[in-house]
């Protein structure tokens, strides 16, 4: 029988902290990380965490302070993150795709002091895209964690330097003032107001959420996971190196997904653990020529639906004894439900799963009563997993959770007998693109910036690869005309890839309700006649 401490992360290891000097002496010398030619130990990895949190001590960082990350998936994005929860610092993740506007709302908005990042990055310049939108710097210092220093910024060996003026006992001594209820990190999620929030977790509903979500996937010291889910996401980070820390499993993180190389590491790294959403095995088996990738054993999935025979293949040809999908969002610490790996393919094709333990699920109407079993209604939410509201916004805290406690979601779905949900619709208007939510708001209001566009209205249409993408209807200003292919090459320079419409379609006007309001079932019927 299990014990509460097994069964409670947040009671074993306290904080994140607790967890990495946990890690350290569980698995000392076994290979923690390995990414290119860096291969760390459990041991080496706890020791580059304390160098971060004393530079970052001696670079004044004070208990609460927010660090923004700025950077793809790599070993020197888990020292610095895992660093600045030492020192008692809060995560503030950035989105590798954001551009230099988006990116520096999200700096602005949660007070950052510090920001790692990188230049070099699939030829981006990070730093040069901000200051390509502010006259001065929105934080107040930029470490470079790979590639060259600008001007104004230092670079991560440099930084590490500032060691020497935080001893190990000061920093002991912050790190034991750490709590399992303080501020852990503030994930920005778009939503339909069309402006990011920052979402509020603790150190202690990372611990419980994860350890829950590691031990029912099965996760273990013998694995060796490729994260290819971005770290900016609760997916690459908490369900990614947290979970490995808290099992012992090879961290291997990769930049950017690309069957060949994903494929190759595969092969060079034995790797038996590859979570993502159905796109990613969807490309793989797109691939005839694979190599040996006959350690692949275990697949978390999600975030779209998965058909049937795709589990059927990954079972068959990818040769995953063990494919689960789960439900969850940022406003969820990342997990709602999950199927359990004895469930059959056409349960986890169907469902995602049923809540994790101790986590209640409610499908209720619009008066908030429960609905029926097999009957639709919205989502709702209720327990340790439920964030703790929106950064500075009380008012969209208090619309998100109701006071009884229930996380309304805004995706609807139907729970059957067994207690297991079915997403069915998004309240939200949200679409998902590869597995990055994408939100109509957030892209019109973009779309409403470009000067000959006098309104927009934005849905998701199906797509083989991708899942679903953007279709834009835009309505010319007076005297001006659109021309799509320029629109959706502006776009691409304002905002993340992933939120750029697909398609331009230019009309005289959209269609309307009384009150108003674009039909967007009328948008959608339009793109299906056509299609």
């Given at each position: 029988?299990?014990?509460?401490?097994?069964?409670?992360?947040?009671?074993?290891?306290?904080?994140?902290?607790?967890?990495?000097r946990?890690?350290?002496?569980r698995?000392?010398?076994r290979?923690?990380?390995?990414?290119?030619?860096?291969?760390?130990?459990?041991?080496g990895?706890?020791?580059?965490?304390?160098?971060a949190s004393?530079?970052l001590?001696?670079?004044?960082?004070?208990r609460?302070?927010?660090?923004?990350?700025?950077a793809?998936?790599?070993?020197?994005?888990?020292?610095?993150a895992?660093?600045t929860?030492?020192?008692?610092?809060?995560?503030?993740p950035?989105?590798?795709?954001?551009?230099?506007?988006?990116?520096?709302f999200?700096?602005?908005?949660?007070?950052?002091?510090?920001?790692?990042?990188?230049s070099?990055?699939?030829?981006?310049?990070y730093?040069?895209?901000?200051?390509?939108?502010y006259?001065?710097?929105?934080?107040?210092?930029?470490?470079?964690?790979?590639?060259?220093?600008?001007?104004?910024?230092?670079?991560?060996s440099?930084?590490?330097?500032?060691?020497?003026?935080?001893?190990?006992?000061?920093?002991?001594k912050r790190?034991?003032?750490?709590?399992?209820?303080?501020l852990?990190?503030?994930?920005?999620?778009?939503?339909?107001?069309?402006?990011?929030?920052?979402?509020?977790?603790?150190h202690?509903?990372?611990?419980?959420?994860?350890?829950?979500?590691?031990?029912?996937?099965?996760?273990?010291d013998?694995?060796?996971?490729?994260?290819?889910?971005?770290?900016?996401?609760?997916?690459?980070?908490?369900?990614g190196?947290?979970?490995?820390?808290?099992?012992?499993?090879?961290?291997?993180?990769h930049?950017?997904?690309?069957?060949?190389?994903?494929?190759k590491?595969?092969?060079?790294e034995?790797?038996s653990?590859?979570?993502?959403?159905?796109?990613?095995?969807?490309?793989?088996?797109n691939?005839?020529?694979?190599?040996?990738?006959?350690?692949?054993?275990?697949a978390?999935?999600?975030?779209?639906?998965?058909?049937?025979?795709?589990?059927?293949r990954?079972?068959?040809?990818?040769?995953?004894e063990t494919?689960?999908?789960?439900?969850?969002?940022?406003?969820?610490?990342g997990?709602?439900s999950?199927?359990r790996?004895?469930?059959d393919?056409?349960?986890?094709?169907?469902?995602?799963?049923?809540?994790?333990?101790?986590?209640?699920?409610?499908?209720?109407?619009?008066?908030?009563?429960?609905?029926?079993?097999?009957?639709?209604?919205?989502?709702?939410?209720?327990?340790?997993?439920?964030?703790?509201?929106?950064y500075q916004?009380?008012?969209?805290?208090a619309?998100?959770i109701?006071?009884?406690?229930w996380?309304?979601?805004?995706?609807i779905?139907?729970?059957?007998?067994?207690?297991?949900?079915?997403?069915?619709?998004?309240?939200?208007d949200?679409?998902?693109?590869?597995?990055?939510?994408?939100?109509?708001?957030?892209?019109?209001?973009?779309?409403?910036?470009?000067?000959s566009?006098?309104?927009?209205?934005?849905?998701?249409?199906?797509?083989?690869?991708?899942?679903?993408?953007?279709?834009?209807?835009?309505?010319?200003?007076?005297?001006?005309?659109?021309?799509?292919d320029?629109?959706?090459?502006?776009?691409?320079?304002?905002?993340?890839?992933?939120?750029?419409?697909?398609?331009?379609?230019?009309?005289?006007?959209?269609?309307?309700?009384?009150s108003?309001?674009?039909?967007?079932?009328?948008?959608?019927?339009?793109?299906?006649?056509?299609?």
């Amino acid at each position: 029988m299990s014990t509460v401490t097994e069964l409670r992360g947040d009671l074993t290891w306290g904080t994140v902290p607790g967890l990495v000097r946990s890690a350290a002496q569980r698995f000392g010398d076994r290979e923690a990380v390995v990414d290119g030619d860096v291969r760390m130990t459990f041991s080496g990895l706890a020791a580059a965490v304390d160098q971060a949190s004393r530079a970052l001590m001696s670079s004044g960082l004070k208990r609460g302070d927010r660090v923004a990350i700025w950077a793809p998936n790599c070993w020197e994005w888990i020292v610095a993150a895992l660093g600045t929860l030492g020192a008692g610092g809060v995560v503030v993740p950035i989105n590798t795709r954001f551009k230099g506007r988006e990116a520096g709302f999200i700096l602005e908005r949660s007070g950052a002091q510090l920001l790692f990042t990188v230049s070099g990055f699939l030829d981006i310049d990070y730093v040069d895209l901000l200051r390509s939108e502010y006259s001065e710097d929105p934080v107040e210092r930029i470490v470079m964690l790979r590639g060259p220093a600008p001007e104004g910024t230092a670079n991560w060996s440099t930084f590490l330097l500032g060691t020497e003026q935080t001893s190990m006992a000061e920093l002991g001594k912050r790190t034991a003032e750490v709590a399992s209820d303080d501020l852990a990190d503030i994930i920005f999620t778009s939503g339909t107001t069309g402006k990011p929030k920052g979402v509020m977790t603790t150190h202690g509903q990372t611990l419980r959420v994860f350890e829950v979500w590691s031990r029912l996937v099965g996760l273990t010291d013998r694995d060796r996971y490729l994260i290819v889910n971005p770290f900016f996401h609760t997916f690459g980070y908490k369900a990614g190196f947290i979970a490995c820390l808290m099992r012992g499993a090879t961290i291997i993180p990769h930049a950017v997904f690309d069957v060949p190389s994903v494929l190759k590491r595969i092969t060079e790294e034995k790797v038996s653990v590859l979570p993502g959403p159905p796109t990613l095995y969807q490309s793989i088996l797109n691939t005839p020529k694979r190599g040996d990738i006959s350690s692949l054993r275990l697949a978390v999935t999600g975030a779209a639906p998965v058909p049937v025979e795709l589990i059927n293949r990954m079972r068959s040809e990818l040769t995953f004894e063990t494919i689960l999908t789960a439900y969850g969002l940022t406003e969820s610490t990342g997990v709602v439900s999950m199927c359990r790996p004895t469930d059959d393919a056409e349960t986890i094709s169907n469902t995602s799963g049923c809540a994790i333990p101790d986590v209640e699920v409610r499908i209720v109407d619009d008066a908030n009563k429960e609905m029926p079993r097999g009957e639709p209604g919205e989502i709702v939410v209720r327990g340790y997993n439920v964030m703790q509201g929106y950064y500075q916004d009380p008012h969209a805290t208090a619309e998100a959770i109701d006071a009884d406690g229930w996380l309304h979601t805004g995706d609807i779905g139907v729970m059957d007998a067994r207690s297991y949900i079915d997403i069915t619709d998004r309240k939200k208007d949200m679409f998902i693109v590869g597995g990055f939510n994408a939100y109509p708001a957030e892209i019109e209001n973009e779309l409403l910036a470009h000067p000959s566009i006098a309104q927009a209205a934005v849905v998701g249409v199906p797509d083989e690869r991708m899942g679903e993408v953007g279709c834009a209807f835009v309505v010319p200003r007076s005297g001006e005309s659109v021309d799509p292919d320029e629109v959706i090459a502006w776009a691409r320079e304002k905002m993340a890839n992933y939120k750029v419409p697909r398609r331009v379609e230019v009309v005289e006007a959209l269609p309307l309700n009384a009150s108003g309001k674009v039909l967007k079932f009328e948008l959608r019927d339009r793109i299906r006649e056509k299609s």
